[in-house]
């Protein structure tokens, strides 16, 4: 496995809360969300899939406090790209990829492949520098154990 220079994890966990921030910042109003929510049943609609069933008032209060928590979590990571932040993202990319995938399979809504790939690449690019360091860590203490 390559390894990735610290320099270069910092942009990755930069880039992937500026991702964060475009996509999510427009959940974070409930003047916004019904409007996200249109085009994303527009669009799954257009790929395929039934119409979004309609968010009520208790919907958009969720949606609103996810769009809210992620905005505060990618102006974080934007502010300080640390790699153990990245680790933390990664962790939570593989759950929010794990609902998205449970989600595809209940649903079939062909938009959520759009979310998913994208979620879990980013996943993958935050623990790939992580799980380079833990390999080398055990290596380097296995040989000072053998030494």
């Not at 880039?15 to 996509?23: F, G, N, Q, R």
């Not at 119409?51 to 919907?59: D, S």
């Not at 905005?71 to 790699?83: P, T």
């Amino acid at each position: 496995m390559p390894s990735i220079s610290s320099s270069a994890n910092r942009k990755i966990v930069r880039a992937s809360a500026l991702y964060d921030l475009v996509i999510t910042a427009p959940l974070a109003t409930p003047w916004t969300l019904p409007l996200v929510h249109g085009v994303i049943s527009d669009l799954n609609v257009g790929l395929g899939g039934a119409p979004l069933p309609a968010f009520a008032a208790f919907h958009l209060f969720i949606g609103g406090l996810l769009g809210c928590i992620v905005v505060v979590w990618s102006l974080l990571r934007l502010r300080h790209a640390e790699r153990r932040l990245g680790l933390y993202d990664g962790a939570g990319r593989f759950l929010f990829s794990s609902w998205m995938a449970w989600t595809l399979a209940a649903t079939g809504a062909p938009v959520l492949w759009l979310l998913l790939v994208p979620e879990f690449a980013w996943g993958v690019a935050q623990w790939w520098p992580v799980q380079k360091a833990m390999t080398d860590s055990r290596q380097r203490d296995g040989r000072l154990a053998t030494a």
